[in-house]
Nanobody, 118 residues
């Protein structure tokens, strides 16, 4: 069974930067995309950024210009660099992967806490 292994996160001051990374415990068959979602307290989970095997990178409008996601390949983790963070971005950040095998399969990490506070 594939596990998504997350690292990074933690506490950062407003305006600061943080990096989170994600790797899969084994190769995901016919992987299509990997990326990050977040769920602020009391709110729904939302897409932050993802990257596809074709090289496309998608970002939520609210993070464009501040967040950068690395490319997707089987050898390196997917890294999300987050700059100029604000307190409203305090959330649990979840790694997500989507594979095209078996008609489409999703994988989720267990989540890592990002807290933006002075």
């Amino acid at each position: 069974h594939v596990h998504l292994i997350e690292s990074g996160g933690g506490l950062v001051q407003p305006g600061g930067s943080l990096t989170v990374s994600c790797s899969a415990s084994e190769v995901i068959y016919s992987i299509y995309s990997m990326g990050w979602y977040r769920q602020p307290p009391g709110k729904q989970r939302e897409l932050v950024a993802d990257t596809t095997t074709s090289g496309n990178r998608n970002y939520a409008d609210s993070v464009k210009g501040r967040f950068t996601i690395s490319g997707l390949n089987s050898e390196n983790p997917v890294v999300l660099q987050m700059n100029n963070l604000n307190p409203e971005e305090t959330a649990v950040y979840y790694c997500h992967a989507y594979g095209l095998g078996s008609g489409g399969v999703e994988f989720w990490g267990q989540g890592t806490q990002v807290t933006v506070s002075s």
